[in-house]
């Protein structure tokens, strides 16, 4: 095992709805990065179709999985948006316009306030205007290359 992978992170499915185009993809890269205000980071590959629509959101929702929600978690990270519309296939409601797919356990609608490039990355920073946990219970978690 490398050391990157000793780096544990919540697995979260981040969704957008930009001009009634509904997308979500899953992230293993995010975490806090500010106290006051609360704000996260997100980082998604640029050559993801999520990229291409972070790029124009406003908003963004991360929405922090439950550990029975692998199967979710893992078809929102296999499949694209691009060519499929991933919420045909599981539930969800809708939050401030959002899509909170079903499995999530807490999540967080976030202004979209910047980004910039990392690597084969860029990272969205997302000041947190609110937050709920739907389920008082231990994340789906990432480390080592998977989910656990
Ligand atoms: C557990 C897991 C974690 C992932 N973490 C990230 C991540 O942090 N950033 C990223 O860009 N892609 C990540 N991916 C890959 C994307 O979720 C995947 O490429 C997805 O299909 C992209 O969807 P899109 O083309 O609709 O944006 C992850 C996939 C899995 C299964």
Redesign the pocket.
Known sequence: MDALGKLYTS?AIVTVNVDGKM????????TRVSWAPAMVA????K?????E?LDKAKTFAVCVMGKEAKDV??F???????N?D?FKKYPYTMEENLPIPTGTIAYLVCEKAGSFEAGD?IVYLGLVKRQKVLKDETPLL?GEH??M
């Open positions: 697995t997308n979500g993809i899953t992230v293993a890269w995010v997100i980082s998604v590959g050559t993801r179709y999520s990229r629509l978690a893992e929102f990270g296999t499949v694209s948006g691009r499929t991933k990355h990432f998977r989910m």
